[in-house]
Nanobody, 135 residues
Framework: HVQLVESGGGSVQAGGSLRLSCVAS????????????IGWFRQAPGKAREGVAV????????FYADSVKGRFTISQDIAKNSVYLLMNSLQPDVTATYYC????????????????????????WGQGTQVTVSS
């Protein structure tokens, strides 16, 4: 049973940075051979969940929402079965609960990772970590 545990959220002033971490457990194989997409989604109060950044564990292919390109960076540590989200130049509009999310294991990776929260490929969600940016 795959479990995802997030950490690293908090409150920062506008212009600051935060680094979120997610550790995955219960994988059949290590990250590099697990062949799934894992990354970050968020939900702000009164808004729908949306994809932020996702990476394919079998390589380093990363996919970003247009709104965070150039400011957020997703990375993974194969040895630690972990994925990270470095968020720079934070503004109040990114205040949300951030969730670590993964797809199921691919038999053959389709060459993309989902950024839509309604994607049927998304299989596992963490509990979420709160990010609050004040002006």
């Amino acid at each position: 049973h795959v479990q995802l545990v997030e950490s690293g959220g908090g409150s920062v002033q506008a212009g600051g940075s935060l680094r979120l971490s997610c550790v995955a457990s219960g994988l059949t194989d290590g990250f590099r051979f697990d062949s799934r997409c894992i990354g970050w989604f968020r939900q702000a109060p009164g808004k729908a969940r949306e994809g932020v950044a996702v990476v394919y564990t079998g390589a380093d292919n990363a996919f970003y929402a247009d709104s965070v390109k150039g400011r957020f960076t997703i990375s993974q540590d194969i040895a630690k079965n972990s994925v990270y989200l470095l968020m720079n130049s934070l503004q109040p509009d990114v205040t949300a609960t951030y969730y670590c999310v993964s797809t199921g294991r691919f038999g053959r990776w389709p060459g993309w990772c989902p950024l839509e929260s309604t994607s049927p490929t998304l299989a596992h969600w963490g509990q979420g970590t709160q990010v609050t940016v004040s002006s």
